[in-house]
């Protein structure tokens, strides 16, 4: 387990910086097994040196290159890949370990696609016009790429990586329970946003 600052949503890229002993240890134990580790969000404490507190909604990550660096540290990138929820955590030796067990997404069928469809449409709507406001604050918003899958699924978890919501905001969009949940509280999420940007856009 890598419990991290941030949240990681499935189809996510994560870069690393593996410096810490007890990480790069999981790192060389990693590659010579599955090539995955568990992600989830620290809730009170610091990456480095281990006593935080940590949530048991996460991620799996699959190692997808690494790159051995001076010293013994690693870079890595990985990508997330399922849902997973922690029953037990077990004791940080050699490094963060836990029990966990996978969390299947409901099936999004029948009448639900055609609403899942739907709410998908609306949360690109609300990227693209978010993104149109910060192109006007930092250029560099604009090349952005932020095409969303056809798949609501997975269109739900590719925008909540690319929205600019704390850590908070973002595991709740975890531990949203579903497409169609994770899609209404993301949309909710950016129309907030939205309004803010364009309400300081008057002022300015």
């Known amino acids: 387990m890598f419990p991290l600052g941030t949240v990681l949503f499935p189809y996510a890229v994560l870069p690393l910086h593996v410096f810490e002993p007890r990480y790069r240890m999981m790192v060389q134990a990693c590659v010579r097994g599955d090539q995955e580790f568990g992600v989830v969000l620290i809730e009170r404490g610091s990456e480095v040196g281990g006593g935080d507190a940590r949530f048991n909604a996460g991620t799996v990550a699959r190692i997808v290159q690494v790159a051995d660096l001076p010293g013994g540290r690693y870079a890595l990138t990985a990508v997330g890949t399922r849902l997973i929820q922690v029953e037990e955590w077990l004791p ?17 069928e029948g009448d639900a696609l055609a609403e ?34 056809d798949d609501p699924t997975r269109a739900a978890f590719e925008s909540c990586a690319l929205s600019p919501f704390g850590p908070l905001d973002a595991q709740r969009l975890l531990e949203a329970g579903g497409t169609i949940p994770r899609l209404s509280l993301l949309e909710s999420l950016l129309r907030d946003e939205i309004a803010v940007l364009e309400a300081r856009g008057q002022e300015g």
């Open 92 to 108: 940080d030796d050699p490094f963060p370990q836990a029990m966990v067990v996978d969390v299947a997404e409901p099936p999004v």
């Open 116 to 149: 899942a469809a739907s709410a998908r449409e609306r949360v690109d709507n609300a990227l693209h016009r978010l993104f149109e406001i910060w192109a006007t604050i930092d250029s560099r918003a604009a090349t952005i790429d932020h095409t969303l899958s």
